[in-house]
């Protein structure tokens, strides 16, 4: 691959596990501050998300990357970002939605 390519790679890899970070640094700052009767459903909303949120992340990704491979190298590594963020929105909103869902049952 082209140098200028690889960096940005190694940049999206890196700027993924910030963001990681900090959504879990969020999430922990959001039961933290919840009421108390609510700290269970809220962590389980929030992991919910959390897990969501990566899954459609990962998937978005792949498919970004492979949309974006009609124009190889930057059109992948840009495809992939893009999808990963998109799916990461998703997957995060499905994810609480069902978390959501499962708690009102109980």
Same mark, same amino acid.
């Given at each position: 691959?082209?140098?200028?390519?690889?960096?940005?790679?190694?940049?999206?890899?890196?700027?993924?596990?910030?963001?990681?970070?900090? $959504?879990?640094?969020?999430?922990?700052?959001?039961?933290?501050?919840?009421?108390?009767?609510?700290?269970?459903?809220?962590?389980?909303?929030?992991?919910?998300?959390? $897990?969501?949120?990566?899954?459609?992340?990962?998937?978005?990704?792949?498919?970004?990357?492979?949309?974006?491979?009609?124009?190889?190298?930057?059109?992948?590594?840009?495809?992939?970002?893009?999808?990963?963020?998109?799916?990461?929105?998703?997957?995060?909103?499905?994810?609480?939605?069902?978390?959501?869902?499962?708690?009102?049952?109980?």
């Amino acid at each position: 691959m082209k140098p200028g390519i690889d960096l940005m790679k190694s940049g999206v890899r890196v700027g993924g596990k910030l963001l990681l970070g900090a $959504a879990v640094a969020y999430d922990v700052y959001d039961v933290a501050s919840a009421l108390s009767d609510q700290k269970v459903a809220t962590a389980t909303r929030d992991a919910a998300g959390l $897990a969501g949120g990566m899954a459609g992340a990962a998937y978005g990704a792949e498919v970004g990357a492979s949309i974006g491979s009609a124009f190889p190298g930057l059109g992948t590594v840009v495809g992939g970002v893009v999808g990963g963020v998109v799916g990461g929105i998703v997957g995060s909103g499905v994810g609480e939605s069902i978390a959501e869902g499962i708690m009102d049952l109980f």
